[in-house]
């Protein structure tokens, strides 16, 4: 049987939640959601009172036992969809969106690890799907989560990685790449080899690897890996650029 074509659907707003400064999650009520697998996106598209339409698209970041939808948005100041979902969309509001969408980026717990995750900035967004699924499920899958940051500032659901780090088998590293706070004892700059390395875990335990980042982000630190002796075909790789707001 072919598989249900993906449709439009109206989102209502329950709830917006700040993350960052520039970063917001909107909290969706979606009728007849299907549900959706860690790490898959949807389209969000906007129209306005003479009929111009804009799309784009963004990672759900709840997980699939969530009852709400959560797309977590970084404001752009050149974006044409996201400074109206991160400034002017209001509770009780409406939206279009279509998805879920994507199986190639995608994880459940029974596919097992251990697992690496590399986000860098908003990529962030689906690999916390996949960590707040891990949680949903009670999973001790071993995983690693390295974000680069600009700053303490810019990590989004910094105070829910911190609840999340205390359970078993979820270790969280931080790179902060242009300001450290007084004291800062992680990691700083790019992400780096020796970052990986020291991560973990190694190539020879065969993980799971998923990256997500600005492209030329996602590109190197595929390079890295794989110079490190990752298996390439085991890196999950998903990118956006500029336009992607």
Known sequence: MAPAPISWRQAVVEDVVVETPRAKTLVLDVPRWPGHRAGQHVDVRLTAEDGYQAQRSY????????AAVKLTVERLDDGEVSPYLTDELRRGEQLELRGPIGGYFAWHTQDGGPLLLVAGGSGL???????RHRAARSSTVDARLLLSARSRDHVLYRDELRELAAGDGLAIHLTLTRQTPDGWRGFQGRVSADMLRTVGPAPAARPRIYVCGPTAFVERAAELLVELGHDASAIHAERFGPTGA
Do not use: T
């Open 59 to 66: 990672s759900i970041a709840s997980a699939p036992e969530d």
């Open 125 to 131: 967004v689906p690999l916390m799907s996949m960590i």
